[in-house]
């Protein structure tokens, strides 16, 4: 197993009163795992899990039962196994029949598995991984795909709100059918690919391999916090990578913030809220 220097997981809540954490990670330095998952609300807000959203039920438990998995089987298998356990948990919650797919919780995924030989990378949805080598190159793996589909809608927002002297938030209101329009096409082959309770998106996960020996450091992020690209915070997922691998996480993230709260009505960054769950967790690995 690769030496671990440190590890670090940093979670911020994004905007909203009596908003839940959607965001859940976890770093297993003795096995060897890292896994982040991204959770999201469904449309409609409904909500059946007591004390927590569906949204962040559903990433915390997707998060552990991929850890257990990804200590047993390949990593593909691993996540159709823990996808199917943890769908099963959610359908057997009371209510959960009655709801329709957009009322359902998902998310996007990035895990991650190495030994002395081998670091694995799974990507499902618009997570970022970043993997930086000891040479000082790094290989970024995001999937653009739904971030051009929300980028339409923020665009309509900003014309809606630009057309009907409306704020942003009024505009994601009043265009709430263009967001189930996308959300629609989760798992359709002409629209993204995701985790969520019917796990069709499993299997359609991308899957990088990599010399372990080669390997200086693992990142993962939620949107959230790749959003410090988009607001200036720093010009690309490489720096941000880099700079969280060199300790700067945890001032990255508070600048992020300060950058979203001055622009709070989301007018310089078009985007549906003034800031949404922000996670990284990170690995780096000893020099042998």
Not at 1 to 17: A, I, P, Y
Not at 183 to 205: P, T, V
Not at 234 to 254: D, K, Y
Request: hydrophobic share 40%.
């Amino acid at each position: 197993m690769l030496d671990v220097q440190f590890s670090e997981v940093r979670s911020w809540t994004g905007s909203g009163k009596g908003r839940h954490n959607e965001d859940f990670a976890f770093i297993c330095v003795d096995d060897g795992i890292l896994v982040l998952v991204d959770g999201a609300t469904g449309l409609t807000k409904s909500n059946i899990c007591k004390g927590t959203s569906d949204a962040s039920w559903y990433s915390r438990r997707l998060t552990e039962e991929c850890v257990v998995r990804m200590k047993e089987t390949s990593l593909n298998n691993a996540l159709a196994q823990a996808a199917r356990r943890t769908a099963n948990k959610y359908m057997a919650l009371p209510g959960a029949d009655a709801l329709r797919k957009i009322d359902m919780p998902n998310g996007s995924l990035a895990a991650m598995r190495w030994t002395d030989d081998e670091l694995e990378v799974a990507m499902l949805g618009d997570c970022t991984a970043v993997v930086g080598m000891r040479d000082g190159s790094s290989c970024v793996l995001h999937d653009a795909t739904l971030d051009a589909l929300d980028n339409q809608n923020y665009e309509r927002m900003y014309r809606y709100a630009t057309e009907n002297n409306a704020t942003m938030a009024q505009a994601r209101v009043a265009l709430n059918d263009h967001f189930i329009e996308n959300r629609l096409k989760m798992n359709q082959k002409d629209g993204y690919w995701a985790a969520d309770i019917s796990c069709d998106g499993f299997g359609h996960e991308s899957i990088s391999s990599f010399p372990a020996g080669d390997v200086s450091y693992v990142f993962a992020c939620s949107d959230g916090f790749a959003n410090a690209v988009a607001m200036g915070v720093v010009p690309s997922m490489e720096e941000l990578a880099n700079r969280t691998a060199q300790g700067e996480g945890e001032r990255l993230g508070e600048a992020l913030r300060n950058a979203e709260q001055e622009d709070s009505q989301c007018l310089r960054v078009h985007r549906s809220k003034t800031s949404d769950d922000a996670t990284y967790a990170i690995v780096h690995f000893a020099t042998k």
